[in-house]
């Protein structure tokens, strides 16, 4: 994965929709995505993540912006002449032709002399472990061989960047969790940019060299899967992936104060925040429990929720604001702590974010 | 800044060749309809805005026969048909599948894989032994051969009974097949007999597909030229059979008005049983 | 699972039930339709009689003469040109009617499937109301249209195309224009199954795998929408071989299909077993053309579109 950028998203606007009716599914985004990198576009449905792929691929046309492929402009280019290929969520594999056959297809339309189709041909076949099934119809397959054969006739004619549209979403999670190695192991192996949408914050997480969280239309934060986690710029981010905990607050030197008169250190507060609103998040495996003290924050325990590898402990602060701390079950089972105990809670170093609202 | 969209339903020259189809489509009827209100004889010269031929249509005794003899008919062939492809329907679905079920299907539905004049041809030598052998026959059934059948409309009606069967049978399936069963269960379950199930529940569910059915029937019985062309004896004309008659000899702008007319009755027909079997959810 | 005998008992009376109930449907069809081909057929075996209609002599005269006719001086049989000549006319009046249907049907189609839903019915509605319109209607409106004083005559004179006007009607190319009119409804309706049914997915899978826009048609469409050719295919060329009012009208006298020469058997022709045999090979030929679309539906329906 190099710094160089292949695909160039600017101020795109896409809308549906005719004058006050008029819907905006991409309002103003702007992506670069790297040559050979794995980027997945993350978020809710509705969030205009699909949309962008679409876009990219040439099915529609952006109502405002540009989209440039190694520094051309393919913005209005059609589909068929852009070096892009589509997994569809629905596989879309054409139902009258073979395995081979589909795969082939892409070379066939670009008008490569027949030995080089088959010979292409076999190698995807190898690709994807699919040799024996090579003249099978497609109407005859399992979800997850039809998947692999969509995989091979998207990447059989070596496009610039591989499109994925939520391709895992039909599978089981046993399955699921096969195709993401397997997805990983492609990419890395071919080297190809791929694309990759998802509402499935755990696939993008583990599978992305780096995430592009959308939500209502706009790019919220683009970045490594860690610097997503651990760094959230805003509310929505750090609620939409994993857990965490909200504390509001006003901002002072260094630090945030409660409403019910705690302090918070927090590092990366600036001196112009001081005084405002602001919101602090913290995950909940970065909260220790320990004895009530002065260095801690006084809180009681509400309730212990037991779900085998962890159990989750909410406690509360004493003006009622509630605190999810995740913590790994003890052998024995049982964490030592009991329903109305009084504790104390610290955070780990650089574990407090301040985050927009 | 609106940019043209790639539409991957759109293939060049399709949809100018679909208008351009209705258009043709349409343009020769509309030409027909039209030349009924020419008051010229000619049929080349726009002689203004006349409606003279549908008043020497009405005046034609003959228009007048043939059109009381086709309304008669096709209302007799509709209800026969129909009664008779109620029961047909009502013993062909909803039930598991019987041993020669596909016999009665291919029965029901022959009359629309057999070419028409094949059909007319077979009739007319079929009806001629008839007609020729009542008198032998002797007796009330060659009475009956002889007026009902021969000289009365009999025979006509029965044969465009049979064509018209199919044409009711296919809506009163479909609405049969489409209904909720459960609600003859309900029924059951609330002490009704199997008739009174029938005659309450059913038969007033199946109504709008017996009603589509019979409009059918009676439309593609009003329509029919060959079988009847064959199958009619002498001054049995019925409406299509007459005009196509008249089209041998000297064409007035009277076979417009008839044509017209005809048309407009059909399309009454068409949207009423389009508007019935629309699926209301 | 094997069935109870109370299971059984059930089963059978609602099998006998059905057939109680198609009963009448069954003998008035037997009686009025499918027996009278039985009769035909014997006919077709029988020898003419003086005036028209039959003797109770057998013969395979009638069948013969569908392809030989007697000389009348030799007493030989010789290949009827005559014949032959109809029944060319009929097969390749209808087989151009067809394939003209399908080059204009098949966009038409395609157009009403992929009209916005709201709009859809009333285009099918818009296509199904000259189906079920008169076919002598809709055959006199062509002449209405073709004749040396009609549409496209008045339409060219006025704007100076041509001097006088063209001669359209009589001929084998009025009756092709009829037939293809009159037929049109009957591909467009199967076609229209058949795409409405077709998945549009596969269309941007097709653009994405950079094929142009005669190839989704030609590699894609077309191959899975065959079910629909095929079935619009023999809805428009069974009944244009048998047509006979549509010849009768446009063609003038001379210009005799299939249809109109089985009919000059039962008229002027006194021929009343060859009428009949040529009534049976038609319902053969028709039959073959549906068993070889039964067999082909059969093998193929339901995998496309899975």
């Not at chain 2, 020729?132 to 044969?159: Q, R, W």
């Not at chain 2, 809506?171 to 069963?181: F, K, N, Q």
């Not at chain 3, 057939?19 to 081909?37: D, E, K, N, Q, R």
Request: proline letters at 5%.
């Amino acid at each position: 994965m190099t710094e160089e950028v292949t695909i160039s998203a600017r101020n795109v606007i896409k809308a549906f929709g005719q004058g006050s009716a008029s819907v905006r599914a991409l309002d103003d985004v702007s992506v670069d995505i790297r040559k050979g990198e794995f980027f997945t576009l993350l978020g809710p449905s509705g969030c205009g993540k699909t949309t962008l792929l679409r876009l990219i691929a040439g099915f529609e046309m952006p109502t405002g912006g540009t989209i440039e492929l190694d520094g051309v402009d393919i913005t209005t280019l059609p589909p068929n002449k852009r070096p892009v290929n589509t997994v569809f969520q629905s596989y879309a594999l054409f139902p009258h032709l073979t395995v081979a056959q589909n795969i082939g297809f892409g070379l066939q339309m670009q008008g490569k002399p027949a030995a080089q189709v088959k010979a292409r041909t076999n190698e995807m076949l190898e690709l994807v472990k699919l040799e024996s099934l090579a003249n099978r119809k497609v109407g005859q397959m399992s979800g997850g061989q039809q998947q692999r054969v969509a995989l091979a006739r998207a990447l059989a004619p070596q496009p610039k960047v591989l499109l994925l549209d939520e391709p895992l979403s039909a599978l089981d999670l046993q399955l699921r969790k096969e195709m993401q190695s397997e997805l990983k192991r492609l990419q890395m192996e071919t080297g190809i940019t791929f694309v990759f949408v998802t509402h499935d914050q755990e696939e993008a997480l583990t599978m992305s060299d780096r995430i592009g969280v959308m939500s209502n239309g706009k790019l919220q934060q683009v970045g490594t899967p860690k610097e997503i986690y651990t760094t959230p710029k805003n509310r929505f981010v750090a609620s939409f992936i994993g857990e965490t905990n909200f504390l509001p607050g006003t901002a002072e030197d260094g630090a945030v104060r409660l409403s019910n008169g705690d302090r918070i250190a927090v590092e990366t507060l600036r001196a112009v925040d001081k005084g405002r609103a602001v919101t602090v998040t913290v995950r909940p495996e970065q909260v220790r429990i320990g004895p009530a003290g002065k260095d801690a924050l006084a809180a009681k325990v509400t309730s212990l929720v037991y779900f085998g590898t962890d159990t989750h402990c909410h406690v509360a602060l004493s003006d009622g604001t509630e605190i999810v701390v995740r913590l790994q079950s003890p052998a024995s089972g049982d964490a030592g702590l009991s329903i109305g105990q009084d504790v104390g809670i610290s955070f780990g170093p650089g574990a407090a974010q301040v985050v927009e609202d | 800044m609106a940019r043209s969209s790639f539409s991957v339903a759109r293939l060049p020259g399709f949809a100018t060749t679909a208008v351009l189809v209705f258009f043709a489509l349409y343009l020769p009827i509309f030409t027909l309809v039209a030349y009924s209100f020419n008051a010229s004889q000619s049929v080349a010269v726009w002689g203004g805005f006349s409606l003279e031929w549908y008043a020497k249509a009405w005046d034609n005794q003959q228009v007048k026969d043939a059109t009381l003899r086709s309304l008669i008919i096709a209302v007799s062939a509709a209800l026969i048909a129909t009664t008779v492809a109620t029961m047909a329907a009502l013993g062909t679905t909803r039930r598991r599948e019987f041993k020669g079920q596909g016999f009665i299907y291919v029965m029901i539905n022959q009359p629309l894989m057999v070419p028409e004049i094949v059909t007319a041809v077979a009739l007319l030598i079929l009806f001629g032994i008839l007609k020729t052998n009542a008198a032998e026959i002797g007796g009330p059934i060659g009475y009956f051969v002889d007026t009902v059948m021969n000289k009365g409309l009999g025979f006509i009606i029965l044969a465009h009974s049979a064509f018209c069967i199919p044409f009711a049978y296919l809506p009163i399936r479909a609405r049969l097949e489409g209904m909720d069963l459960s609600l003859e269960t309900a029924a059951a379950d609330l002490y009704a007999t199997p008739w009174q199930t029938f005659r309450r529940i059913t038969l007033p569910l199946m109504a709008p597909g017996i009603v589509a059915g019979a409009m059918l029937a009676f439309v593609i019985s009003l329509d029919d030229v060959v079988i009847t062309e064959f199958v009619k004896g002498a001054g049995q004309d019925t409406l299509p059979t007459y005009m196509l008659g008249q089209l041998r000899r000297q064409l007035t702008p009277e076979i417009n008005a008839i044509s017209t007319m005809l048309l407009a009755v059909t399309v009454v027909l068409l949207t009423a049983f389009f508007l019935l079997t629309r699926k209301k959810d | 699972m094997t069935q109870s005998p109370a299971e059984r008992l059930q089963i059978r009376r609602s099998a006998r039930n059905g057939w109680w109930l198609s009963t009448p449907a069954l003998v008035l069809l037997f009686v009025a339709a499918a027996g009278p081909l039985v009769i035909m057929l014997i006919y077709s075996f029988l020898t003419p009689g003086q005036y028209g209609n039959v003797v109770g002599v057998f013969s395979t005269d009638g069948w013969r003469g569908i392809i030989w006719s007697k000389d009348i001086f030799t007493d030989e049989y010789v290949l009827a040109d005559a014949h032959m000549t109809i029944f060319w006319r009929s097969l390749s009046l209808s087989m151009m009617t067809t394939i003209f249907t399908f080059i204009v049907g098949f966009p038409t189609a395609w157009f009403i499937a992929t009209r916005p839903p709201s709009q859809r019915a009333m285009w099918l509605f818009l296509i199904t109301i000259p189906f079920w319109t008169n076919l002598l209607i809709r055959t006199y409106a062509i002449n209405e249209v073709l004749r040396k004083e009609g549409l496209v005559n008045l339409v060219f004179l006025n704007l100076g195309i041509i001097d006088q006007p063209l001669e359209m009607l009589y001929g084998p190319f009025a009756i092709f224009v009829g037939m293809t009119y009159v037929y049109l409804p009957l591909m467009v309706l199967p076609l229209f199954a058949a795409i409405d049914r077709f998945d549009m997915k596969l269309l941007e899978a097709g653009y994405d795998l950079y094929a142009s826009r005669m190839q989704v048609l030609r590699r894609i469409i077309m191959p899975i929408v065959k079910p629909g050719i095929i079935a619009g295919s023999i809805l428009v060329f069974v009944p244009s071989l048998g047509a006979y009012v549509t010849p009768r009208v446009l063609g003038g006298g001379k210009q005799m299909m299939i249809g109109n020469f089985i009919e000059l058997q039962f008229g002027q022709g006194r021929n009343w077993p060859l009428g009949a045999a040529l009534s049976m090979a038609l319902l053969v030929v028709v039959m073959i053309a549906l068993l070889v679309y039964v067999r082909y539906a059969n093998k193929d329906g339901g995998k496309h579109h899975g």
